[in-house]
């Protein structure tokens, strides 16, 4: 079954410091990957997506991700931390398999809640 | 913009109470699902819709039902809730074909 990996519950950055925060999906065929950002009492809002093509993705609010299929990872980037980024950051997966046919569903990492300090 | 909405954002309910969480998009999407939300957990899916009264079971289907009557409404039920489902659940929409989802503010339940 695939699953996703978040290394880091939780992630402490200071601002204008880059931020990192790693995601690795376990699968044999690539699937399709998404970055969610959570803010407190929210939703989940879409920050970015990769399916085909370019493996560097820019979404949202400075941040942007690459999908390195050797290393089966999508790690989520931002050059320089906004006191406004503290969140939690949530990435998932779509099996390739499940993305043009009815499902669609998403298997969720535990999420790392990223902390800005002034 | 894909709006979803859900009915409440907090709600409180005793065990054995029969508990509705509704969920309303408004973009003509196919698929719709219900995932709940634990710390320390992310978010597991409960169950998924992709057509109008169709369902399948996620991975955590046990004590939940769901109701997709109309394309743009799928509701979730806790027949007897139970205080290990206090948790926050999240409603999604989207298209066939494209995969992720567009997700509603959520529902903070607690069960007494």
């Known amino acids: 079954a695939q699953s996703v990996t978040q290394l880091g519950s939780h992630v402490s950055v200071s601002e204008g410091a880059l931020v990192l925060l790693r995601c690795n999906y376990s699968?044999?065929?690539?699937?399709?990957l998404f970055w969610y950002v959570q803010y407190p009492n929210q939703g989940l809002q879409l920050l970015l997506k990769?399916?085909?093509?370019?493996?560097l993705v820019k979404g949202i609010n400075g941040f942007e991700a690459e999908f390195k299929k050797s290393e089966t990872s999508f790690h989520l980037t931002k050059p320089s931390a906004h006191m406004s980024d503290a969140a939690e950051y949530f990435c998932?997966?779509?099996?390739?398999?499940?993305?043009?046919?009815?499902?669609?569903?998403?298997?969720f990492g535990k999420g790392t809640k990223l902390s800005v300090k002034p | 913009d894909v709006k979803v909405t859900q009915s409440s954002r907090y709600l409180v309910k005793r065990t054995g109470e029969k508990v509705f969480l509704e969920c309303v998009q408004d973009?003509?999407?196919?698929?719709m699902f219900w995932y709940r939300q634990d710390p320390g957990l992310g978010l597991r899916l409960i169950y998924f819709?992709?057509?109008?009264?169709?369902?399948e079971k996620g991975d955590i289907p046990e004590g939940y039902s769901v109701s997709r009557e109309k394309k743009e409404r799928f509701s979730l039920i806790l027949e007897s809730a139970s205080t290990n489902q206090t948790s926050m659940y999240l409603c999604?929409?989207?298209?066939?074909?494209?995969?992720?989802?567009?997700f509603g503010p959520g529902t903070r339940l607690l069960v007494l």
């Open positions: 999604a929409s989207g298209t066939q074909g494209k995969g992720g989802g567009n």
């Open positions: 699968s044999s065929v690539p699937p399709y």
């Open positions: 990769y399916t085909t093509g370019a493996t």
């Open positions: 998932a997966v779509t099996p390739q398999g499940n993305y043009g046919g009815s499902q669609g569903n998403l298997i």
């Open positions: 973009m003509d999407h196919e698929n």
């Open positions: 819709s992709y057509d109008v009264k169709m369902k």
